[in-house]
Every structure is written in C-alpha cells, then in structure tokens.
C-alpha cells in the first residue's frame, strides 16, 4: 500500500483558476515537502514543513501556499494559474529534518497541466 | 545555495556491462540520497549514506563527504535498469536534487 497518497494523479486546469494538490503520508514522518518537476528540468524544491511549520520556502510566487491541517498533511494550493505551472508535483516526506533528514520518501506525484 | 551537479546526462550500456554516476557538491553535505524513476514517473529510494558505501544487489554507491561526491556504480546492467537516477543532498532544511542521468540498457 501507499505509504503517501497524492491527490489527484493527474489534473487539467484553466489559466486563471484555482487548485489543490493534496498529500497525506502514513510513515509518521514529522517533515513534509514539495518539489516540482518541469519538463525536461531537474526536480526543484519548494517547500518544506516540520511539525507543521514552514522551515523553507524557494518558491519566489505567492500564489503557491502549503496548508498543513495534520501533521500528516501538506496540502498545495496554487492560485491564479498559469501554462508555465503545468508540472508534476512531487510531496515527500521524512522522519528527520534540518540537514540531515534522513531517508526522503516520495509520493507517485500529480500531473498538472495548465491550458 | 547548494549546488548538486550530476554527471553525465545520459547514459547507455549493453547489457552485461556497467558503469558509474557522478555527483558532485559545492560544499560539504551531511548525507546524499540515489533515486531512480521508473517508467511511471514514481521516484524509487536506491541509497541513503551519511558516510562510506552501501551496496545492494547490482548497485553500490559511496560518499565522500569531505571530497563533496557521491557516486553509484551499476554492474551486470539489466534491460529494468533503465530510467533516470537521481542524486539529492542539502545542508539545510531540504534535500537538493541532481538533473538526472538517463540511462538506457539495450540487448
């Protein structure tokens, strides 16, 4: 079984409107994170949650915003969206934060394309 | 900020044979991580070394914190091999990722 579900797996959306991605992990981990993946781009960080609160954030736009509700949650919110989101989102999560982490698990991501 | 910088690009072996990725680091990282992502897009855990080497089946890979590299070698290449493997490290609060070797096993 999936030990971090991703919702939805794959999602079409208009420029201009609103989404969310969601991310729930079952590893008890206590670090939650966001990484995008754009064609043909190396994976890019995005954020990251512990014990559900921001510790880093290298998305320069506002209109991404994570939503921690549970420890086990990191939702994504992106507003406003344009073609150049179109993406996969990756949430991972680990049981060590700070520099040393340990082990980084991934979701199976969700695919976003923006028309 | 880190800088994870993963070499080569791309990569193709014949079955039976091997070979060996390189990542390199700006500055000195606490731990490296190997993924590889199948065919379906999900990102498998290969390694997790804060130091040394680790080996697992027809992979092994070692790091060198203080030289800033980590590599992983593939031997006896298998047709399933294929996909793009990934290294990640950070010295902050999130792992940074390479750009990927593509790998490509052929009969």
């Known amino acids: 079984d999936p030990k971090i579900i991703q919702k939805p797996k794959y999602l079409v959306a208009v420029t201009g409107s609103e989404k969310i991605l969601i991310c729930e992990q079952y590893l008890g981990h206590n670090a939650m994170y966001w990484y995008r993946q754009s064609a043909k781009k190396p994976l890019e960080f995005m954020f990251s949650y512990s014990y559900q609160k921001l510790m880093d954030n290298q998305t320069a736009s506002s209109r991404f915003q994570p939503q921690s509700s549970k420890k086990n949650h990191l939702d994504l919110q992106i507003t406003a969206l344009k073609p150049d989101d179109s993406a996969t989102y990756f949430c991972?999560?680990?049981?060590?934060?700070?520099?040393?982490?340990?082990?980084?698990?991934f979701g199976e991501g969700s695919k976003l394309t923006v028309l | 900020g880190d800088q994870v910088e993963q070499s080569p690009s791309a990569l193709s072996l014949h079955e039976g044979t091997g070979s060996a990725l390189r990542c390199n680091f700006t500055?000195?990282?606490?731990?490296v991580q190997w993924f590889r992502k199948n065919s379906r897009g999900s990102l498998i855990n290969l390694f997790y070394?804060?130091?040394g080497t680790k080996e697992n089946g027809r992979l092994k890979s070692a790091f060198d914190s203080k030289e800033r590299y980590s590599t992983l070698h593939i031997r006896d290449a298998q047709l399933e091999d294929s996909g793009t493997y990934f290294c990640?490290?950070?010295?902050?609060?999130?792992?940074?990722f390479g750009a990927g070797t593509k790998l490509s096993v052929k009969p």
């Open positions: 500055t000195t990282m606490r731990a």
């Open positions: 990640a490290a950070g010295t902050r609060n999130a792992p940074r």
């Open positions: 070394l804060a130091s």
């Open positions: 991972a999560s680990s049981q060590g934060t700070g520099g040393d982490t340990g082990q980084l698990y």
